[in-house]
C-alpha cells in the first residue's frame, strides 16, 4: 500500500481548497499510520471523528464557493459529497461494531481513492467557476 501524498497535479490554484485538500489527505494518512503503529483504537477513532468534522467542514466551503460562482453542476457535486460523507460515517460504525478486526487500511484505501478521484474528477470542474471569487483566493 503506497502512501498517499499530496501532488502539485491535484491543484486548482485555489487557495481557500487546495488548504483543505491538503489537510485531508494529512488525515487520511493519519488514520493509515495508526494502523500500521498498531496504536490503540482511541486513536484512531479521534482520527476518524476529524476526518468526518473537517470533511464537512470542507464540503461546506467548497458548495459555498459553487454556489458564488452559479456553478451550473453543484447538485451532482453534492450529491458525490454526500456519497464521501456516508462512507467517512459507514467506516466509523464499522469500527465501533468491531474495532479490533477494524482494517483501517482497506477505508484508507477506499477513502484516499475516493479523495483523489474526486479532486481530479469533480472539485477541477469548479475552478473556472470559483479561481476569481475574493474567498476562494483567501488562504
Ligand atoms: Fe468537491
Ligand atoms: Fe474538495
Same mark, same amino acid.
Given at each position: /500500500? $503506497? %502512501?498517499?501524498?499530496?501532488?502539485?497535479?491535484?491543484?486548482?490554484?485555489?487557495?481557500?481548497?487546495?488548504?483543505?485538500?491538503?489537510?485531508? =489527505?494529512?488525515?487520511?494518512?493519519?488514520?493509515? *499510520?495508526? !494502523?500500521?503503529?498498531?496504536? !490503540?483504537?482511541?486513536?484512531? /477513532?479521534?482520527?476518524?471523528?476529524?476526518?468526518? %468534522?473537517? +470533511?464537512? +467542514?470542507? *464540503?461546506?466551503?467548497?458548495?459555498?464557493? /459553487?454556489?458564488?460562482?452559479?456553478?451550473? !453542476?453543484?447538485?451532482?457535486?453534492?450529491?458525490?459529497?454526500?456519497? *464521501? +460523507?456516508?462512507?467517512?460515517?459507514?467506516? /466509523?460504525?464499522?469500527?465501533?461494531?468491531?474495532? $479490533?478486526? =477494524?482494517?483501517?487500511?482497506?477505508?484508507?484505501?477506499? %477513502?484516499?481513492?475516493?479523495?483523489?478521484?474526486?479532486?481530479?474528477?469533480?472539485?477541477?470542474?469548479?475552478?473556472? =467557476?470559483?479561481?476569481?471569487?475574493?474567498?476562494?483566493?483567501?488562504?
Amino acid at each position: /500500500m $503506497t %502512501l498517499l501524498r499530496w501532488r502539485d497535479s491535484l491543484s486548482l490554484n485555489v487557495p481557500a481548497v487546495d488548504n483543505d485538500h491538503k489537510r485531508l =489527505f494529512e488525515l487520511l494518512n493519519r488514520v493509515r *499510520f495508526l !494502523d500500521l503503529a498498531g496504536d !490503540d483504537p482511541e486513536a484512531i /477513532m479521534d482520527a476518524l471523528s476529524e476526518l468526518l %468534522l473537517y +470533511t464537512q +467542514t470542507h *464540503f461546506r466551503r467548497e458548495e459555498r464557493l /459553487m454556489e458564488l460562482g452559479n456553478y451550473p !453542476d453543484l447538485d451532482a457535486h453534492r450529491r458525490c459529497h454526500r456519497e *464521501f +460523507t456516508e462512507n467517512v460515517t459507514e467506516a /466509523m460504525a464499522q469500527f465501533r461494531a468491531n474495532s $479490533t478486526n =477494524f482494517r483501517a487500511n482497506n477505508i484508507y484505501k477506499l %477513502l484516499a481513492n475516493w479523495l483523489v478521484d474526486h479532486v481530479l474528477g469533480e472539485d477541477m470542474k469548479i475552478r473556472p =467557476f470559483v479561481a476569481a471569487l475574493a474567498e476562494a483566493q483567501a488562504a
